[in-house]
Structures are given as C-alpha cells and as structure tokens.
C-alpha cells in the first residue's frame, strides 16, 4: 500500500504532467509507470543477482551489453541529455526486453509510446522517484500507482478499472494454495494482482523460513526460493505457470511489466474478451483466481457458443466460464456479487447448481459492502470451489472486519480483523457464531438460496442500535462523496474533459 508520502509525490508528478501538457488520465498513468519500471528493473536485477548467488546458479542479467539503460547511469544526466537517452535508448530498451521474441511482452510493447513532452518534466519525475522507496520487491508498486491515480480522478467503477484491496487478494490465494506445477488462471486479470500474489505465494512456501524478511505493513519479501533447486523447475514457474486476459491495452501493459519485475520473465498476459467466442474455452487450467467485472452485460450475439447459462449478465457469465476452463480436480477462488448467490432467474438458478451440482462448493466467505470502497458499496462474497464431484456441505463465514475501517476511502487500519480467524478455521471448518456448516439437503431445501441471512443472522438488535449515531455517520458519508464528487467535477473542468 502506498505510503502518504509517495501518494503526495506520486500526486506532484501527475500534476507536472498535465500542467505539462499530458492531459490524458490513463496516458499519465501509463508514462509513471513506465518510469517506475525503468527503476525497478535495475533493483530486480541486483535482488536476482543476490538470489542466483544463494542457490549457486549463474546469473544473466537483464542489463547485458546494455549496461547504459540502468536507471543508476542515466538519472543524473542534464535535463536534454537525460531526455534524449531515454527517448532513443532507454525506451525502446524496455519494448525490446525480450529480444524481438514473438513473446506477449513484445507483441503489446511494440505499441507502447513514449510521451512526456519535454526534457525538464522528465528531469524532475525521475528525480522525485529516484528519492522514493519504491525498492521492496514485494510490492506491487506499479498497481497501486495505478489504484491511486483511479482513485484521485474517480474514473474507476466506470469501465470497471479497479483493483481488488490486496489483504483480500492474500487471504483468496491463501485458502486456495497453489502449488509449483499448478497452471494459474486469472480471465480478468486487469493489473495482473493476483497472478502476482500466487507467484509469491508459492515462491515463499518454497523459500526457507530464516531467509524472509517482514516489511511494516505485514508484506514478505526477500522471496528467494532456495527450496526450488532444478531450472526446468523455475522455467516452468516462470514461463508456463501464470495465464492473464484482459481487453484494454492499457492494462495489459501494465500487467506485463508488474509481472516482469515481480520475476516472471516471459509473463502470458494476453489480450481477450473472456466471454466472447475469440476466447478459447478450453479445459487447462488446475487454478483460477480472479475478481471479475461485477456488473454489466453484453451483446447477446458475441458471448461464446459453449455456455449454457443463458443470460447476458457478465457475473453470471464468468461463473460459468471458470467451471469450462478448469481442470476436474481444479480449484477456484473468486469473488462475486451477492445477488449471484440468492438472485431467482433461471440464469442465477442454474449458475448455482452448476457450482452445487458438478462442483464441491467448499467455501463461501461473505463480504461486507465497505470492502470496495470508494469504487463500489455493492454486497460481494468470496467463493472456493472445486471442480468435479457434487457438494456435500458448505462452510459459510461472515466477515464483519477485514482489518480497515469502513469510510469512504477504507485505507485506515484498525486492529478488529476477522481475516487470521478465517485462515485458522478454513481447514477444520469450525462453526461459530460468524460461521456454520451447511449440510446439501438444508441448502436445496431453501431451493439453492445462499443468501447469508437465511444462514447466520449477526444483526445488532434494534434496542441496541444508537440511531442518532447512525444517521450522523450517514450524513457524514454523504457530505465526504458530495465533496469528493465536487473535487472531481473541478478536476475534469481543468482537464477540458467532461465527466
């Protein structure tokens, strides 16, 4: 997570840039994290450099006969200099890490542009990165830049650009544990997050315990791997592991180099409308975890032949889809909205039964609305899943905190947090006064509703509820997003763009 002061430098950038002339939101984003690349390259190098050493492998650096693209030889350069450098070795340095392979790094790199507009605007982005501790080879640096950049101009929600809150992204892969080997799938991976995440993950259960290292907010990193002893075993992890799809070109830049300088050297982040007929439907893959878009349909005549589901709906769509393309015996943890779980049209219907009646629906961990916020308040869950078999029983859990306050923005920590309970009971599947198991003929009794009131009420009586307090915060909330929605609508009139 970003701390305050690389959200108030981050900020200062992004208004040099459009004071500069680089107006557009998502171009401005794409240009910072093509900087914050440029950087972090150079440190994941070194780290690669100091792990290779560990497991007493040569190592091939990144920089080879290109000693002059590293961010420590040209940040110092005059303003036209450095400007030039990077404009016409630096840059396409970056497209070309691949060496002209016919790889999906180069594919979408080949396209990439660079574009701040003159010398001295780049002198003093790098100088402001260059003073940041933006090293930590856990972080996911570039997303958040992303997370922040969205949050700031709210035009997240809008074409569904928002990312999942990373303590959430941890738990989901957590509970469903991939393995070296495993191919890993996320159909909507936007920034490539949770691709992430499971590379870590099986990185550090592979990783000897007195070699990692926590960071202040609870991070692992100095991630070396030591247990991986055989290349054919890192080359698997590395190139035939991670799969990612998105539709925005964008995106998937930036999804392509937060794998990069995460140490997936070739990552397979592609371009692809997961529902349509281009996308390939074919069973592959032992993992799927994703976030997919919430909400929304789309046009009857492009949704793939092979769903059966019928419905335009893109949640109920996306269920679907993670049942066909995975393995049997495949694991699945996503999130979805609510209404997936008690909406009564035949689309929601038949969508359960699939996951009741061909799957072993393990898990169902319910969310409460705030988790999303400032992109969304809509009610979601977590569901983990098998596939193959039928359902027996299900765990359900209701997460009351998840270890952040909930406000408008949900970025202060505060210390009730339900998220270390859920990853202690998840195997014993304890039933308390937050969780129960559900045995098949309860849930087909209520005709396949999953709705969590049916299951666990945990309301505060109404003779304990203190009203007045209530409407104060309602009324506070509303007044925070009239403000925000105020800034916003200044923001864009600034831009010369329209809301």
Known sequence: MLTPELKQQIRKIWDKFYSGGLSNPLSAI???????????????DDQNKESASIRNENHDSVFRNNDDCRWSKWKHMSSDKMFKHVRDTVFPFIQNLSDNQNTFYSQFMQHASFMIPKASLLQEAVSILDELDITRKSQDTQGDVFEY????LTIAGKNGQFRTPRHIVKLITKLVNPELGESICDPACGTGGFLVNAYEHIVSSNTSEDLIKIDDEGNEYNLIGDKITEKKHWDILKNKTFYGFDFEHTMIRIGLMNMILHGISDPNISYADSLSNDFCQKTQYDVILANPPFSGSIDEGDIHKDF??????????????????LKIGGRAGIIVPSNVLFGDSSAHIEI??????????????????????????????????????????VWIYELENDGYKFDSNHNTKIKKNDIPEIIEMFQSKKETKKSRLLDISEIIENDCDLF????????VPEKEIDVKKIMGMIKLDRDNRLEKEQQVDNDFTAMGLNK
């Open 30 to 44: 794409e240009q910072i994290s093509y900087l914050i690349f440029m950087r972090r390259l150079e440190v994941l």
């Open 149 to 152: 950049l969205l949050r700031e």
């Open 308 to 325: 059966r589901v019928t419905t335009s709906k893109s949640e109920l769509l996306f269920l679907e889809l993670f049942h066909n393309i």
């Open 352 to 393: 359960r039964k699939i996951l009741l009646e061909k799957c072993q629906l393990e898990s169902i961990i319910y969310l409460p609305r705030g988790v999303f916020e400032p992109y969304a308040g809509i009610a979601s869950a977590i569901l983990i899943f098998t596939k193959g078999g039928h359902t027996e029983k």
């Open 452 to 459: 969590v009131r049916r299951y666990i009420d945990n309301h």
